[in-house]
């Protein structure tokens, strides 16, 4: 590298401010992931809880389990589970639901 020893080069100012660059859109991008993610979830946890509700009117209480199993659905899914409950008869239907899709 021109007579510039590679120990010597990582120690120059310049590098040290092109990588402080680089980490910190790093860090700003996985954060900006990281919010969206948990963003989604919660919009996935809230559809879960307005769909548990529907669900226990329709088809009685709801066991812990099978509402742990719909609350760690993905929001696609739980939309479509609404969806779907309002042609429910009973528990069978869920559980054949939760069957097929969970």
Do not use: N
Not at 76 to 81: C, F, G, K, M
């Amino acid at each position: 590298m021109g007579g510039i020893a590679v120990e010597d080069f990582t120690q120059s100012q310049i590098y040290k401010e092109i990588v402080g660059i680089g980490i910190a859109e790093g860090e700003a991008r996985g954060e900006a992931r990281g919010e969206a993610r948990g963003e989604a979830r919660g919009k996935a946890e809230e559809a879960a809880v307005v769909t548990l509700r529907l669900l226990a009117r329709r088809c009685g209480p709801v066991s812990p389990a099978i509402t742990s199993r719909i609350k760690a659905l993905p929001l696609a899914q739980v939309e479509a589970l609404a969806e779907a409950l309002l042609d429910f008869q009973g528990p069978a239907d869920l559980d054949d639901w939760l069957a097929a899709h969970g």
